[in-house]
């Protein structure tokens, strides 16, 4: 079974510049996650789908950030402008419901804004 | 205001012997929590969990203590494996329709 794709992995940005994240993931798993992850920190949740619906996106800086996930299958995330504190590494997970608490990772993009 | 503690930043222990690391919360709400297991240039995998109506879960070599009354637990494992080297997070969530809240991480290095 693959697992979680994310593209690309690395991205070096300069600030103002817009970034995308891409994520594939597991094939029949329903709800698909966004994380960011500071150095020194763990995940922080930005946005969670249940197939093609947002359903909690509380998290998400909407003035800069915004994602998508158009036939409930894959996802990207986008940001515009980039600002020096969105440097981090954007996790993408999956789990095969609603409320499964077993969520499975990408590798993960990191970002850099210079 | 961090919800999941791991004051510990890193734990060395002897291949062999028992890892012990600790997570504290502070949310009463709290009702499930996990560890997940991160390698390098990984994203974190799922380890273990454990219900609020439980106290202890186990699996193979890996066993989980959870004390409601001090807000408090504890991943053991036994023994320590070198593969067992990784940065550790405990996660909790306070229902299935909640987000889970990660801790900072510990790095357990399983010395020789």
């Known amino acids: 079974e693959a697992g979680v794709v994310q593209s690309p992995r690395y991205k070096i940005i300069e600030k103002k510049q817009p970034v995308a994240f891409w994520c594939n993931p597991i094939?029949?798993?329903?709800?698909l996650y966004w994380y960011r992850q500071n150095l020194g920190q763990g995940p922080e949740l930005l946005i969670r789908?249940?197939?093609?619906?947002?359903?909690?996106d509380s998290q998400l800086p909407k003035d800069r950030f915004s994602a998508e996930r158009l036939k409930g299958v894959d996802s990207t995330l986008k940001i515009q402008p980039a600002e020096l504190g969105d440097s981090a590494v954007y996790l993408c997970?999956?789990?095969?419901?609603?409320?499964?608490?077993?969520?499975?990772f990408g590798p993960g993009t990191r970002l850099t804004v210079t | 205001d961090q919800q999941v503690k791991q004051n510990s930043p890193s734990l060395s222990v002897q291949e062999g012997r028992i890892s012990i690391l600790n997570c504290d919360y502070t949310?009463?709400?709290?009702?499930?929590f996990l560890w997940y297991k991160k390698y390098p240039a990984e994203g974190p995998t799922f380890l273990i969990s454990i219900s609020s109506i439980k106290d202890k879960n186990e699996d193979g070599r890996f066993t989980v203590f959870l004390n409601k009354s001090a807000k408090h637990l504890s991943l053991h494992i036994v023994p320590s494996q070198p593969g067992d080297s990784a940065v550790y997070f405990c996660?909790?969530?306070?229902?299935?329709?909640?987000?889970?809240?990660f801790g900072k991480g510990t790095r357990l290095h399983i010395l020789p």
């Open positions: 996660a909790a969530s306070a229902g299935r329709d909640d987000k889970i809240i």
């Open positions: 094939s029949g798993h329903n709800t």
């Open positions: 789908y249940e197939n093609e619906e947002a359903v909690d």
């Open positions: 997970a999956s789990s095969y419901e609603q409320g499964n608490y077993e969520q499975y």
């Open positions: 949310n009463s709400m709290f009702d499930y």
